[in-house]
């Protein structure tokens, strides 16, 4: 289990961070709670150049910096209304997820994808293959990959 700073990209929900709508959507169907809520993004340090004013080493999602034009412009979803945003630079001593956003980058253009761990409100984050498949089936995930292993809801097949 993690403790303390949690969601690196382990035991994450993660969405794409161009479109608000990414964010809207994991607030109001997979984790049930206020619209306002901020995503955290998980990006490389490619990403942090592109999308962070001012930074420093930040591999945990607890420092806040102020985001750039670009990030505004490019992964709103990760943006908060204030034109901050709270970060994981992920380096590639983290490798099968550094290697997932390079992959992202790869089709999207852009190095980051929103992260926020895998609960639902009211509820500790997913610590077995049993409470990950028990969430994934009563919320809006449309995909679930556990360590091979990848579950798709049928209506959600040949979607972005």
């Not at 004013?53 to 806040?64: I, Q, R, S």
């Not at 994808?113 to 990950?132: M, R």
């Not at 449309?142 to 972005?160: E, R, V």
Request: hydrophobic share 40%; glycine share 8%.
């Amino acid at each position: 289990m993690e403790g303390g700073p949690r969601a690196l990209g382990n035991r994450s929900i993660l969405a794409d961070p161009r479109h608000v709508e990414s964010r809207d959507r994991v607030n109001a169907v997979i984790k049930f709670r206020e619209f306002w809520r901020p995503f955290c993004p998980s990006m490389t340090p490619v990403g942090s150049e592109r999308y962070l004013a001012k930074y420093t080493h930040a591999p945990f999602m607890v420092l806040a910096f102020q985001a750039t034009g670009d990030a505004a412009e490019e992964v709103p979803a990760v943006v908060h209304v204030d034109g901050s945003c709270r970060p994981q630079i992920v380096e590639a001593d983290n490798a099968r997820y550094f290697e997932l956003i390079q992959e992202f980058e790869k089709i999207s253009g852009v190095p980051c994808v929103l992260n926020t761990s895998f609960n639902i409100k009211g509820e500790p984050i997913v610590c077995t293959p049993h409470d990950a498949i028990r969430t994934f089936a009563a919320t809006g995930l449309d995909a679930l990959a556990i360590g091979p292993f990848l579950l798709m809801k049928s209506g959600n097949l040949g979607q972005d």
